[in-house]
């Protein structure tokens, strides 16, 4: 072998490579907690969250933040992820997702306010992203339930605007929230019965600035 195959075989196998090849995205702003721990670094997170999570989930599963997916879903999403596995979407891979805690990283946001959410993306597909919030008695420290989820959306968009590594998704953040609550995102491919899942930990307060809490 001259060394350029060996180096292209090496680059093949890697972990970014892979994720990269076999992934399609999760949201990037509100962050999803499997996004937030892979820009921690699985290796060494900074968040006892994050710490968590990879002790109970492994490494891999953070270089794969663009897999959370559910190949036949097909809209089938509450019938197939059982209640307290909303963020792993059912998958023994991302369990340390799961976890229920007060402190995963949260996006600050304003209820009732203009918002650009963006969704980081690796492949990108035809398809709508549903964004759902948690009612007002949602509790971080007890397991996610569908039950926990607002009954309908309050955003659903089809087929955002693109640039190179984001939809863009243009919307109105759910109107009379405070305090932490989490945002459930689901892409469905139109193209495929494939759909991927991202939960976002947020915190709603008064006039909050878009940076991300601890
Ligand atoms: C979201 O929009 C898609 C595409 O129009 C539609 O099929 C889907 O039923 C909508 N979701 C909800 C919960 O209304």
């Known amino acids: 072998m001259t060394n350029w195959r060996t180096l292209a075989f090496i680059l093949l196998l890697s972990n970014s490579f892979l994720s990269r090849a076999r992934g399609h995205g999760a949201m990037g702003d509100t962050i999803a907690r499997v996004y937030a721990c892979y820009l921690e670094n699985p290796e060494n997170p900074r968040s006892e969250a994050c710490k968590a999570a990879v002790a109970l989930s492994g490494a891999q599963a953070f270089y794969d933040w663009n897999e959370v997916n559910i190949a036949d879903a097909a809209g089938r999403h509450r019938e197939l992820i059982p209640d307290g596995q909303l963020c792993s979407a059912g998958r023994e891979k991302y369990k340390g997702l799961d976890l229920p805690r007060a402190d995963w990283t949260a996006t600050a946001l304003t209820s009732s306010a203009e918002y650009l959410f963006l969704y980081r993306v690796t492949a990108p597909h035809v398809g709508f992203f549903e964004f759902y919030v948690t009612r007002d008695s949602y509790d971080p420290t007890e397991p996610l339930k ?7 959306p309050f955003l659903n968009v089809t087929n ?7 939809y863009r998704i243009p919307g109105v953040t759910p109107a009379g929230k405070s305090g932490r609550h989490l945002i459930y995102v689901i892409w469905q491919r139109s193209d495929s019965p494939e759909a991927f899942y991202s939960c976002c930990d947020v915190h709603f307060g008064e006039g909050a600035s878009r940076h991300s809490l601890a």
């Not at 569908?146 to 309908?152: H, K, N, Q």
């Open 146 to 152: 569908w039950s926990d989820l607002e009954d309908t």
């Open 160 to 166: 955002p605007a693109i640039d190179s590594a984001n």
